[in-house]
Nanobody, 123 residues
Framework: QVQLAESGGGLVQAGGSLRLSCAAS????????MGWFRQAPGKEREFVAV????????KYGDSVKGRFTISRDDAKNTVYLQMNNLKPEDTAVYYC????????????????WGQGTQVTVSS
């Protein structure tokens, strides 16, 4: 498994941008597809984005398509989530996670999780 630590969350006005980072420990990072999920108060944890081991394939949740971009830098053992045109409904704790199951949208297929970073979007 791999240890993950998210950073980059904060408070931003609607229409603004943030970039989240997820730093991984361990030499096996490049062997995992990496995903981002989010959880708002009182709601289920929701799939946001996933990137393949090669970095060439990505999938996004419908609510973030066209606004968020996932990327990875294996030399830095880091995955990123660039979030543009943020909306109040994007407010949540954002988690990164690692999976051996390819471009999975299912949270139970992810075996390693970070502690989360809070993103708050004000209207």
């Amino acid at each position: 498994q791999v240890q993950l630590a998210e950073s980059g969350g904060g408070l931003v006005q609607a229409g603004g941008s943030l970039r989240l980072s997820c730093a991984a420990s361990g030499r096996t990072f490049s062997g995992y597809a990496m995903g981002w999920f989010r959880q708002a108060p009182g709601k289920e944890r929701e799939f946001v984005a996933v990137i393949s081991t090669s970095g060439l394939s990505r999938k996004y949740g419908d609510s973030v398509k066209g606004r968020f971009t996932i990327s990875r830098d294996d030399a830095k053992n880091t995955v990123y989530l660039q979030m543009n045109n943020l909306k109040p409904e994007d407010t949540a704790v954002y988690y990164c996670a690692a999976t051996s199951r390819g471009l999975s949208l299912l949270r139970y297929e992810y075996h390693s999780w970070g502690q989360g970073t809070q993103v708050t979007v004000s209207s």
